[in-house]
């Protein structure tokens, strides 16, 4: 079996859409899910021509979910420094306050909080999550597990 | 923990992703991320369904065509880029809307011809010199592509017109004048030159 063309981009979105949307509610909150969605879907369809299906598409667009997690992570976390980025608009708008673990998940460090929710809400295996992560399998599990367990000092 | 996390189903996240996707297409239509543009048009033959690259109109597929086999063929030949877009589509609509109204005899579009092979092209090009209101015979456009003795192969490849209605193959008919055969079905081929007046062979040539 080679690698071949992708399918039509209409296909692809309507596969993998509900996972990235569902994917992007925890990893960056209710509030800014939609444009993290439309940015991650933009940079797909930007890379989409050159892109081979290697039947692992699900892990290619969950890849650039998880990067532009944690790009919209570092931006919002460092809100008062001058970046040459426009400001994030939404960064000032207040996330609806569900419940503790929300807010403790929402204040993990961006790498945790990503590792997390591929891990306990994408049921994502290590080697893909440190594949997203840019990192080693050990630093991933790493990851979650430093991630857990500020999570359960929070909540208690 | 893992429970706790689930704080969106997949029904709601499908929900909520497929009104996200309406922005989404809008922003890749003006990022100019769109190759190939499709949409859907209600029609007096029934449904539409259109395809528009930045060359012009590649594709016109009546209802009961496999839209899915259609798009696999357009990431293959155009582009992957296939997104659903009302502006990409919007002309086309607008002149087909025009014909079926009466008020259009002629089209004015850009055509992409890469869905056809040459030998489709070249018939299909001597088939667009056939005017609204006239018919012509497949052994005369057999004769204009000068292969007279390919009358056959002439109707096999209009039976492959990947723009019909625009690519007037409906014009084309047997020498005895009867309609014979049509992709989309004689019904139609019926109503499209009635629409334009039902035009004969012997009144025209």
């Known amino acids: 079996m080679g690698t071949r063309t992708p399918p ?11 996972t990235v949307m569902r994917f992007l509610v925890v990893a960056v909150g209710s509030a800014h899910a939609d444009d993290v969605y439309q940015e991650t879907f933009l940079s797909a369809l930007r890379a989409y021509p050159k892109v081979r299906d290697d039947g692992r598409l699900d892990r290619w667009i969950l890849r650039i979910a998880s990067r532009t997690a944690i790009d919209h992570h570092r931006r919002v976390a460092k809100g008062p420094t001058p970046t040459p980025m426009p400001p994030d608009r939404a960064v000032h708008d207040p996330e609806p306050l569900d419940d503790g673990l929300r807010d403790a998940v929402a204040a993990l460090p961006a790498k945790q909080r990503i590792a997390v929710v591929l891990r306990h809400v994408m049921d994502r295996p290590y080697d893909e999550i440190a594949e997203v992560l840019g990192s080693t399998e050990v630093a991933a599990r790493a990851n979650v597990s430093a991630g857990l ?3 359960r000092e929070r909540v208690g | 923990m893992s429970n706790e996390l689930h704080t969106i189903s997949i029904e ?6 497929e009104r996200a996707d309406t922005a ?24 539409l369904y259109l395809a528009v690259t930045r ?5 016109i597929a009546f209802e009961e065509q496999d839209r899915d086999g259609l798009e696999r063929r357009f990431a293959q030949e155009l582009s992957p880029r296939v997104v659903a877009s009302a502006r990409a589509t919007d002309a086309v609509r607008r002149q087909l809307d025009e014909y079926f109204g009466g008020a259009r005899h002629a089209f004015e579009l850009d055509l992409d011809r890469r869905l056809m092979s040459p030998f489709v092209e070249k018939v299909l090009g001597a088939t667009a010199a056939v005017p609204f209101g006239e018919v012509s015979s497949y052994g005369a456009v057999a004769s204009r592509i000068r292969r007279p003795n390919a009358a056959r192969a002439v109707g096999a490849a209009l039976g492959t017109n990947p723009i019909p209605i625009v690519v007037p193959c409906h014009r084309i008919v047997g020498a005895n004048g009867k309609l014979t055969g049509y992709a989309g079905g004689l019904d139609r081929k019926e109503f499209l030159l009635h629409l334009e007046g039902d035009p004969t062979l012997f009144a025209t040539s």
């Open chain 2, 55 to 59: 060359k012009g109109l590649a594709c």
């Open chain 1, 149 to 151: 367990k500020s999570l």
């Open chain 2, 24 to 47: 989404l297409r809008e922003a890749a239509e003006a990022a100019g991320l769109v190759d190939v543009g499709i949409g859907t048009m209600p029609s007096p033959v029934g449904e």
């Open chain 2, 12 to 17: 709601e996240a499908q929900a909520r992703a």
């Open chain 1, 8 to 18: 039509p981009f209409e296909r692809f979105l309507s596969e993998h859409g509900a």
